[in-house]
């Protein structure tokens, strides 16, 4: 199984600034033959399921905002919110589906300091 | 737009088979890859299985058996000889990409083990 490893397990961001959360997979997520990363990321709030952001590393879904970016290729991956918005506390999740088993990386809990 | 639902017991006995349906409104069940994520209370998502190729996590294979019904646009999970650490939030899903990315998710539905 490809192990996906999140930093920090949790994260204090103040109003209106930059939010990094860091996802690292066990082996390389990007098949050659597309060039794609097979990296998703989503958002869980409390009490609610996990909403996609993110997938194929970078691409950002349909109405989320354009503050939420992806980035990194292979190995490291990095989910950013330019301007932290107090909507946006919440658990981030990482998810590769390069292979079976799909597997989640543990959490990042991001609040406002 | 797509949206799902999950129903069934929100308890079920150790050793039974806990049994849940997800019907998928606002379009047809069509030939996407139908999922089953869970998520213990306070912990992670663990993924469970796909319908499209009956792809199971092998931790559950043994356990685990999805399957849809297109006439009700409707998939199901069967998960047998449950104990209490079958105990979670259980959520149904749609993958895209051929098994890849998951979107939407139904709100989820607790399901205890407990006897």
Known sequence: DIVMTQSPDSLAVSLGERATINCKSSQSVLYSSNNKNYLAWYQQKSGQPPKLLIYWASTRESGVPDRFSGSGSGTDFTLTISSLQAEDVALYYCQQYYSSPITFGQGTRLEIK | ?115
Not at chain 2, 8 to 27: A, N, R
Not at chain 2, 39 to 44: L, R
Not at chain 2, 69 to 92: E, G, I, R
Request: glycine letters at 14%; aromatic letters at 10%.
């Open chain 2, 1 to 115: 737009q797509v949206q799902l639902q999950e129903s069934g017991p929100g308890v079920v006995k150790p050793s039974e088979t806990l049994s849940l349906i997800c019907t998928v409104s606002g379009g047809s069940i069509g030939s996407y890859f139908w999922t089953w994520m869970r998520q213990p209370p306070g912990q992670g998502l663990e993924w469970i299985g796909h319908s499209g190729n009956t792809n199971y996590n092998p931790s559950l294979k043994s356990r685990v058996t999805i399957s849809v019904d297109k006439s009700k646009n409707q998939f199901s999970l069967k998960l047998s000889s449950v104990t209490a650490a079958d105990t979670a939030v259980y959520y149904c899903a749609r993958a895209h990409g051929g098994g890849g990315w998951i979107d939407p998710w139904g709100q989820g539905t607790l399901v205890t083990v407990s006897s």
